[in-house]
């Protein structure tokens, strides 16, 4: 999962493999993306690291962007990382690691201009899928605190027992945490 800012517009082509799907060609788009982390160093100094991602996307996502996304768009995207090699004019054996597109969201455009040009209005960011079936989203499963599996006794003379949260257990406030 990455959000970040389209660096240069989306390159589509069309491959040859069009005469096994009724005629029409497979679509891919490739452009780069560009992710930001910002923090500060043990002086207090703000700093950034950018990273630079290869995407590769297919069929209706490859629609999207060429429709949609331009250099500058901020996007959110969903996929899995690809290393592939090939060998360049010199006889020299490259890798390309890439991250294929499983599902796109387009998040508006750097400084505030708002939604890319031309396209349309909607509520929220579009969402779009592959038409290949993908693996499902990840969702994290709902925690429940488990039930204690003990009872203290109350004290018979107890007036009435303090919240749980107000109880000491042993620690004070005033420790160091280890995080």
């Known amino acids: 999962m990455l959000i970040g800012n389209v660096g ?3 390159e589509v082509r069309y491959l040859d493999s069009g005469s096994a799907q009724g005629g029409q060609s497979t679509k891919v788009a490739t452009f780069t993306l560009a992710t930001t982390d910002r923090y500060r160093d043990r002086s207090g100094e703000l700093r950034e690291n950018t990273e630079w991602h290869n995407l590769v996307l297919w069929r209706q996502l490859a629609d999207l962007a060429e429709k949609y996304i331009r250099k500058g768009s901020q996007i959110y995207v969903e996929g899995r990382i690809r290393t592939r090699s090939y060998t360049d004019q010199q006889g020299m054996k490259k890798y390309m690691t890439e991250i294929v ?8 455009r750097r400084d505030g201009e708002g939604a890319p040009a031309g396209a349309p209005s ?3 960011a579009p969402s779009y899928q592959p038409s290949a079936p993908a693996a ?4 994290a499963p709902a925690y429940q605190a488990p039930a204690p ?9 107890a007036p009435a027992a303090a919240p749980a949260a107000a109880q000491d257990f042993g ?3 005033d420790d160091d945490l280890p995080f």
């Open 8 to 10: 240069r517009d989306p």
């Open 101 to 108: 597109a499983d599902n796109v969201q387009l998040l508006g």
């Open 122 to 124: 909607f509520q929220g």
């Open 136 to 139: 499902p989203a990840y969702q």
């Open 149 to 157: 599996s003990y009872q203290a006794p109350a004290p018979a003379a």
């Open 171 to 173: 620690g004070s406030a």
